[in-house]
């Protein structure tokens, strides 16, 4: 069955997209602590972590808002339309954020906030409910109802993102050459890759997801066809 699944080509490109996106972000919030303490800060944690708050509840509350906005959109104009223009959205806020690393004014980076919470808060919203179009499709083509096992890989997926990003984070910290030892006197190259990681990882991962998610073969129109 699981063989079966795999060879689901929407389905194989909402995992694709998911691991995409969700792992840029993922190793995009591993490195920006650093930039804030190290960077932004000159190695000041308490100054650095008070950002760091606010920029984490910021985050999640406009999260919450995107889900619902999103929502709605895609009753008007479509799931695949809003998700690339949530993503295109999220792409902006990723790009704010070389603004917004800024030690003379270290609180713009509160403006790149929303604009990021556009990625996650439409990934989870919008392609869960892309899977159950899938779903649809596939008891169409097989005559059996396997949601089970959709939603199985598909979170196995989400799951090995994080792995994943736990492990290249720490590959591409020692990449960017910076050094524990040397505390808040890390080198300009390390600041500067540290920054470019940060920002550039998320926004690659983004753009081709983007590009997967436009060949997506179920639109609105098909989905209620199929039902």
């Known amino acids: 069955w699981a063989v079966i699944t795999l060879k689901n080509r929407p389905f194989v490109k909402l995992c694709i997209a998911t691991f995409l996106i969700f792992n ?28 760091l708050g606010w920029f984490g509840s910021i985050s999640s509350v406009c999260t919450f808002c995107v889900i619902f906005l999103v929502t709605w959109i895609s009753t008007k104009i479509g799931k695949r339309k809003t998700f690339l223009i949530a993503i295109s959205i999220s792409i902006l806020g990723y790009a704010l954020k070389w603004v917004g690393y800024n030690p003379h004014h270290p609180y713009l980076l509160l403006i790149a906030a929303p604009f990021m919470a556009f990625g996650l808060g439409s990934l989870f919203t919008l392609v869960n409910s892309m899977v159950a179009d899938v779903c649809d499709l596939d008891e169409l083509q097989t005559g059996t109802r396997r949601e089970g096992m959709f939603g199985a890989i598909y979170w196995w997926m989400v799951k090995l993102g994080l792995a994943v990003a736990s492990l290249a984070s720490g590959f591409l910290l020692n ?12 080198t300009v190259h390390a600041l500067l890759f540290m920054r470019i990681f940060d920002i550039g990882i998320p926004i690659v991962t983004s753009i081709i997801a983007i590009f997967i998610i436009m060949s997506f073969e179920i639109s609105e129109d098909k989905a209620y066809d199929i039902r």
């Open 175 to 186: 990449a960017t050459g910076f050094n524990v030892a040397l505390g808040a006197n890390q």
């Open 24 to 51: 840029g972000f993922m190793l995009a919030s591993a490195f920006s602590a650093y930039v804030i303490f190290f960077y932004v800060y000159s190695g000041d944690y308490s100054k650095g972590g008070t950002l």
